[in-house]
C-alpha cells in the first residue's frame, strides 16, 4: 500500500464524512464489489456528489464528476470513501475519469485491499501529479467498516461470515426436545430477514433443516407468508452426506431462489446426482475433517462471488465455523425465558479453547433493545 501525505485540513473532514454516508446509500445491492461514496468540491463549493449503486454501473468518482454538469474541475478536490480504481472490469478505470476532469487533489477515507489495486490508483494519480491525501483515524475505521465483506473476501478470498442467533437467559438455543421456534420475538425476526436480504448467501446444517424445515428465504414482514423481498441470498445447507430430503421446503423452490448444498466426498453418489437433477448446486468440501471441510467450503463459495455469508445454525455447525476462526461477526438475540433442562441444546458445540487466555475475544460490543429482546453485537475482526 502506497503511503500518502495524511489530510491536513479540518474543512475536508465534512466532505469527507459525506462521501462515507453515501457509499452506505450503495447498500448490498453493489456486492460484490465495494461501497463506494464521492463528493466533488470546486471554487470553495459542492459541485457534485455521486456513489455506487449496482455492478457494472457508474462508480462513484464517476458519478459526482457527471454531477458536476461539464463546468470546470480545475483545481477541484474529491473527497472519495475507497481509493480509486485503476484497472478495467465492468467500467473503466476511475483514475482515468479523474485524470481527464483536471481534478487537482484528492482525499481518500480508506484503501482498497484487492490484489488488483492497493495503492495502485493512488500511485497513478500521484505520479501524474495531483495531491493524494489519506484520511486515517475516525473517518477510515468508519469507512472500512462499511465494506468488510468486500476487504475480507480481497484479502483470504473467503466470504465476510455473521452468525446469527437467538437463545434464552440461561443460553439454550433450543429445548432438550428439540423445540426453537420461536424464542425470540416478532420484531427480531424481522429484523433478521432483512439481514438476510442484505446477505450474499445464508447457511444452516442439515440438522437445522430437518428440525425447523425452513425457507431461508428473504421475506417483508419477517415470516414464511410474507412478500419476497426483492434481493434473495444464495441458501446453502451444510450436508456432508446429502441427505436434503426432496420434500423439503427449501426444494420447492430451487427454480427461483438459488440453493447450495455442501457435501463430503462420502456422500452416495445416486444422492448428489439427485439433488442435482432437482437443480440443486452442489459443492463437495475436501478434507478429513469437519473443520477443513468448512475452510473448503469457504473458499469455494468466495471464488463463487460470495463476499458476505450469513450463518443461522445450528449449534454443531456453529462451533465448527469458531474452531476454524471463521466467525467475524455475532448477533446475537436474548430472549426474556428461561428454558432450563440437561438436555437442551447450548449455543456453540465446539471444541473450544482450553484456557481463558486462548479463547477468541469481540474487538467490539454493541446492545440494543429489539422489541421484548436484547440484541447484542460482538465484532470478532475486523478487515
Keep these: 500500500m502506497l503511503e500518502a501525505v495524511p489530510v491536513r485540513s479540518e474543512a475536508d473532514l465534512p466532505h469527507l464524512r459525506r462521501a462515507v454516508e453515501l457509499a452506505a446509500l450503495g447498500g448490498s445491492s453493489v456486492s460484490p464489489n465495494p461501497r463506494v461514496g464521492a463528493v466533488l468540491v470546486a471554487g470553495g463549493e459542492v459541485v457534485g456528489e455521486g456513489y455506487h449503486r449496482a455492478p457494472g ?37 476511475c483514475t482515468d475519469a479523474i ?37 486515517g483515524g475516525e473517518l477510515e475505521h468508519r469507512a472500512k467498516l462499511l465494506n468488510q465483506p468486500f476487504r ?15 437463545m434464552s437467559l440461561d443460553g439454550k438455543v433450543a ?20 439481514w438476510r436480504a442484505d446477505s450474499d448467501a445464508v447457511a444452516v446444517g442439515i440438522g437445522t433443516v ?16 410474507g412478500l419476497l423481498a426483492v ?39 445416486a444422492a448428489v446426482e439427485a439433488l442435482q437433477a432437482r437443480g440443486v448446486q452442489v459443492i463437495c468440501a475436501t478434507g478429513e475433517n469437519e473443520q477443513a471441510r468448512v475452510r473448503s467450503a469457504l473458499d469455494q463459495l468466495g471464488s463463487d462471488g460470495v463476499t ?32 432450563g433442562g440437561r438436555g437442551a441444546r447450548e449455543l456453540l458445540e465446539s471444541d473450544g479453547a482450553e484456557a481463558v487466555a486462548e479463547a477468541m475475544r469481540a474487538q467490539t460490543l454493541e446492545c440494543d433493545h429489539i422489541g421484548e429482546d436484547l440484541l447484542l453485537r460482538a465484532r470478532l475482526r475486523e478487515w
Excluded: N
Design 175 to 194: 429445548t432438550r426436545s428439540g423445540d426453537s421456534r420461536w424464542i425470540s420475538g416478532e420484531a427480531s425476526r424481522e429484523l433478521v430477514h432483512r
Design 99 to 135: 485524470l481527464a476532469a483536471g481534478i487537482t487533489r484528492v482525499v481518500v477515507a480508506s484503501d482498497d485491499p484487492s490484489p488488483h489495486a492497493s495503492g495502485r490508483g493512488l500511485g497513478i494519480l500521484r505520479d501524474e501529479g495531483i495531491a493524494v491525501e489519506l484520511a
Design 152 to 166: 475480507k473476501h480481497a484479502r483470504t478470498g473467503r466470504p465476510w461470515v455473521m452468525f446469527k442467533a437467538a
Design 308 to 339: 458476505s455469508l450469513m450463518l443461522e445454525g445450528g449449534p454443531r455447525l456453529a462451533g465448527v465455523f469458531l474452531d476454524v476462526r471463521e466467525i467475524d461477526e455475532l448477533r446475537l438475540f436474548i430472549a426474556p425465558v428461561l428454558i
Design 210 to 225: 430437518t428440525s425447523d424445515d425452513p425457507r431461508l428465504s428473504a421475506r417483508v414482514g419477517g415470516s414464511d407468508a
Design 231 to 269: 434481493r434473495q441470498p444464495r441458501r446453502v445447507v451444510f450436508d456432508s452426506l446429502a441427505r436434503l430430503a426432496s420434500g423439503a421446503r427449501l426444494m420447492e423452490d430451487v427454480a427461483s431462489l438459488p440453493l447450495t448444498v455442501i457435501t463430503s466426498r462420502a456422500a452416495p453418489r
Design 57 to 93: 454501473e457508474p462508480h462513484a468518482e464517476v458519478e459526482a464528476i457527471r454531477a458536476a454538469g461539464g463546468r470546470s474541475l480545475a483545481g477541484a478536490t474529491l473527497y472519495v470513501s475507497l481509493e480509486p480504481c485503476a484497472h478495467q472490469g465492468r467500467t473503466p478505470p
